[in-house]
């Protein structure tokens, strides 16, 4: 399952921000020192963090994640690791078997909300940490999460970074440079929208229980659970030590479906009000033309590099864009929301 890829929520007048440089030191402050001295005394009976990974048809994918995982235990932060299947063709218990300490559990109603709420029910942890099965941790990525979210610190729950993993580390593809620059806006999302990606995202267990389960599959689970928990005053934070890598689509067909569920999302907003679909149509308009606005964007970015990358990135998004304006015309005229919710990575 790929972590969400957000438009601005409810606008489709930009990108958002660059992800700012990965910082490689952490200092947490006083308080947070002493609850998480206070962690490990309590850490040789209870697990730390309870790791919840939704599945569902991706067992070479997951067997990678979990040996990223796997590579971070450490007596001082036990954590459990919960797979969450969501009806595979293939069960992963095989791959699940091969690593200690890892938990398989099924979830039969479709999408990556139901399966997470189903290993939040049954985690033992204090802290929630959730992770896509495409996903690669990165060193330091529990480590990160406990120290930010132990006892004393002001935060409720976190979003870490999202980085694209090549498939040819020294030779982007067009979709990887697009993908590098403008998917996957970690910092953005929680600084000025207030929800984290759930292909890396925190969360105390009692607020999680407090704020509610996320959403079914005709949701943006992740956006919708995130602005409902700000909205009730609990407080978010962005988390550059904890990064995840994840690759990119690999066909434009892929890309395509994966905005054709956020433009549904975006349409059940709008309505079929003659006002609303006016404002929709004229959105599509500056949507075709907005290719030409993120040139600085690309030119600045340090994500990429080289003229080569930057003109596939500019190549890619001109074409994603020019997609993107066709399907909201597309929407305006006959309403297909239903469809294109429901094809979901199945």
Request: proline share 8%; aromatic share 8%; glycine share 8%.
């Amino acid at each position: 399952m790929r972590p969400c890829v957000h438009p601005r929520p409810h606008a489709f007048f930009g990108s958002g921000s660059e992800i700012m440089p990965f910082r490689t030191n952490l200092v947490p402050h006083t308080d947070e020192c002493r609850g998480f001295a206070r962690l490990q005394m309590a850490s040789s009976i209870f697990p730390l963090v309870s790791v919840i990974i939704p599945h569902l048809n991706e067992p070479e994918d997951l067997r990678r994640c979990l040996a990223a995982l796997s590579a971070q235990r450490s007596p001082d932060i036990p954590f459990e690791i919960i797979v969450v299947d969501n009806g595979s063709r293939v069960s992963p218990a095989d791959v699940c078997g091969g690593f200690p300490g890892v938990r398989l559990e099924n979830e039969p109603v479709p999408g990556p909300g139901p399966a997470r709420n189903r290993g939040a029910a049954v985690a033992t942890a204090e802290i929630l940490a959730f992770i896509d099965a495409d996903c690669v941790a990165c060193p330091g990525w529990v480590r990160a999460i406990v120290q930010r979210l132990a006892p004393g610190s002001d935060i409720d729950f976190a979003g870490g970074d999202i980085r694209i993993l090549p498939a040819s580390p020294d030779r982007f593809t067009a979709i990887e440079a697009y993908e590098s620059i403008f998917s996957y806006r970690a910092q953005t999302y929680v600084e000025r929208y207030g929800f984290a990606a759930t292909g890396n995202m925190a969360v105390r267990a009692s607020v999680f229980r407090a704020v509610g389960p996320f959403g079914g599959i005709s949701t943006m689970e992740d956006t919708e659970w995130g602005q409902r928990a700000s909205a009730r005053g609990y407080r978010i934070a962005y988390l550059p030590e904890a990064r995840v890598l994840t690759p990119s689509c690999t066909s434009f067909g892929e890309l395509r479906r994966r905005w054709d569920r956020h433009i549904a999302h975006e349409f059940r907003h709008v309505g079929r009000r003659p006002a609303a679909l006016l404002k929709w149509l004229a959105a599509s308009a500056v949507m075709a033309a907005s290719p030409l606005g993120e040139v600085p964007k690309i030119m600045r970015s340090d994500r990429v590099s080289g003229w080569r990358e930057r003109g596939l990135a500019l190549a890619c998004l001109t074409r994603v864009r020019l997609y993107r304006a066709w399907r909201m015309l597309g929407l305006a005229v006959r309403d297909d929301t239903a469809a294109m919710v429901g094809a979901w990575n199945r």
